[in-house]
């Protein structure tokens, strides 16, 4: 019988992938790059040679001893995202079936560490518009670093995964009700078939009227609301564009929570913080951060005071500074629309 004519019985999946990490797992890099490639290769033949199911579960001998492993092979936990990584980052594992085939390294606080190097490597894989397709798998999972490791923060820093953080972690505003709200969000931008209040509906029935007014809900808001105008530009690689039509979807939305009351600078400033922390995550792709700002500016989603309190006190340093300068010219733009209106009006 042939190697492919064995893959092809299920339940031999889990024997081949348990053998075939044992052998790299002490070998050169190379060798672990050639199979973390094999692996989303099976999934594609015609018949598939591999399931979720039998990839994992080769994965989990390896998971349950990975502790004592790491005194001799300290970059083990490394090299299991890079084993995995590419699979996910080609569609055919989810973070849902990642985070149930962890659970062996969680008694440790490895879990955390292990989905940190599987999106890490699966960026790699990934285009321009990885961060992004990540983010939005993310949600849509209703994924928290909670459930993966006791430090989240740490690990958010250390990978750089500014752009999960707010989407993930169970928000002090939203604690009393335990529910995340950026995946449902996002359904009813997504569905065009969602009337204005049914969204205006669900927030207020969801999240109670004191935590509207705080950061975590806002952020929440604009960073899904962003990321849902956000288009990749199939014209110029690398290159991001906004769709008016869906500005057009979110624009009360955030006008009404940003703009309802008299005091809104800082409400503005959160929204601005959000979003700064999303492009930072995009690794600061050309021009998106002068089209966002002009266009929040346009629609009068932020107002002038809003842009000038968040250039000099936004909270957030991930990713300021970069942003401030690839801003330069909206704020020489705005100077100079303040300095013509007050000419008009004297």
């Known amino acids: 019988m042939s190697i492919k004519e064995e893959m092809q019985l299920v ?6 992938i348990q053998e075939s990490i044992d052998i790299v797992m ?20 015609d018949p598939p040679l591999m399931t979720a199911d039998g990839l994992l579960t080769g994965f989990q001998p390896g998971f349950e001893v990975a502790q004592d492993l790491a005194i001799d092979v300290p970059a083990i936990y490394a090299n299991f ?6 699979t996910f980052a080609k569609g055919h594992l989810t973070f849902k079936v990642i985070k149930g085939a962890l659970g062996p390294l969680k008694e440790s606080d490895k879990a955390g560490l292990v989905m940190c190097e599987i999106i890490k490597s699966a960026l ?7 961060s992004m397709e990540i983010q939005q798998r993310w949600g849509k999972d ?38 995340d709200i950026t995946a449902s969000l996002m359904n009813y931008f997504e569905n065009s078939d969602s009337p204005q209040n ?57 006008k009404k929570y940003l703009q309802s009351g008299k005091d809104n600078i800082d409400l503005e400033l959160h929204a601005l913080d959000a979003a700064q922390l999303l492009i930072n995550g995009m690794s600061h792709p050309r021009d998106l951060a002068y089209l966002l700002f002009g ?50 009006g004297s």
């Open 11 to 16: 339940k031999k999946h889990h024997v081949f």
């Open 26 to 45: 002490e070998a050169k890099p190379k060798c672990l790059r050639l199979l973390g490639e094999l692996f989303p290769a099976l999934f594609e033949e």
């Open 81 to 86: 995202g890079k084993l995995l990584g590419p």
């Open 124 to 130: 790699d894989v990934l285009d321009d518009k990885g």
């Open 142 to 179: 209703q994924m928290s670093w909670s459930e993966l490791c006791n430090d989240p923060s740490s690990l958010i820093q250390k990978y750089k995964l500014d752009f999960l953080s707010t989407m993930s972690e169970p928000k002090e505003a939203v604690s009393d009700i335990g529910i």
């Open 198 to 254: 049914d969204v205006f509906s669900y927030i207020d029935r969801t999240v109670p009227e004191k935590a509207q007014k705080e950061a975590p809900f806002i952020k929440d808001l604009m960073k899904v609301a962003c990321t849902f105008c956000i288009d990749f530009n199939d014209n110029h690689v690398g290159h991001y564009e906004l769709s008016d039509r869906n500005f057009t979807t979110v624009t009360p939305i955030l």
């Open 295 to 344: 266009k929040l500016e346009e629609e009068e989603i932020i107002t002038e005071a809003g842009f000038r309190h968040w250039r000099e006190n936004g909270t957030e340093q991930q990713g300021h500074g970069v942003m401030r300068q690839n801003l330069k010219s909206f704020f020489e733009e705005l100077s100079q629309d303040s300095a013509d209106d007050s000419e008009t």
